[in-house]
């Protein structure tokens, strides 16, 4: 009966003259763990600001809604207690949102400068990897030939 060759001693042999360094992908865990980290410290600095400016909107609405809702001597002030509030809100509206957008434009500027910073890191660290994998690899080839 024919038998069948065991191929453990022939894959071993070929791993092993073909190593692999783990270092690239544990530089690569690190530098995309230290993205992340960064990219959630501007997240969260973004969502305080914001939740500060919702805070200080609601605060300056409800003390105008206090002063919109106190009796008034004639009907006629009602009125323009109504409409010196509305022009309030609008006021305020503006101006908060303007700070929304200020907030949303930070953020943008602070991501698109993590992002390049780690394109730049990640093109270094590839090149450098690729390099040494060749050089290993060419290394092996000539061992392997040389047998």
Same mark, same amino acid.
């Given at each position: 009966?024919?038998?069948?060759?065991?191929?453990?001693?022939?894959?071993?042999?070929?791993?092993?003259?073909?190593?692999?360094?783990?270092?690239?992908?544990?530089?690569? !865990?690190?530098?995309? =763990?230290?993205?992340?980290?960064?990219?959630? $410290?501007?997240?969260?600095? &973004? +969502?305080? @600001? #914001? /939740?500060?400016?919702?805070?200080?909107?609601?605060?300056?609405?409800?003390?105008?809604?206090?002063?919109?809702?106190?009796?008034?001597?004639?009907?006629?002030?009602?009125?323009?207690?109504?409409?010196?509030?509305?022009?309030?809100?609008?006021?305020?509206?503006?101006?908060?949102?303007?700070? !929304?957008?200020?907030? =949303?434009?930070?953020?943008?500027?602070?991501? $698109?400068?993590?992002?390049? &910073? +780690?394109? @730049? #890191? /990640?093109?270094?660290?590839?090149?450098?990897?690729?390099?040494?994998?060749?050089?290993?690899?060419?290394?092996?080839?000539?061992?392997?030939?040389?047998?």
């Amino acid at each position: 009966m024919a038998k069948t060759q065991d191929f453990s001693a022939i894959m071993k042999d070929m791993m092993g003259a073909f190593p692999v360094d783990t270092s690239a992908m544990d530089n690569a !865990f690190k530098t995309t =763990a230290s993205l992340n980290e960064k990219l959630a $410290a501007v997240s969260v600095s &973004a +969502a305080e @600001k #914001s /939740a500060e400016l919702s805070t200080a909107w609601a605060k300056d609405t409800l003390a105008k809604f206090a002063d919109f809702a106190k009796v008034k001597a004639e009907p006629a002030d009602y009125a323009k207690a109504m409409s010196d509030m509305a022009t309030a809100s609008a006021e305020a509206a503006s101006e908060h949102v303007a700070s !929304f957008a200020e907030i =949303a434009k930070k953020v943008q500027m602070d991501t $698109a400068e993590l992002m390049m &910073a +780690a394109g @730049k #890191s /990640a093109s270094e660290e590839a090149q450098t990897a690729v390099k040494k994998a060749t050089t290993e690899a060419t290394s092996a080839v000539k061992k392997a030939a040389a047998k």
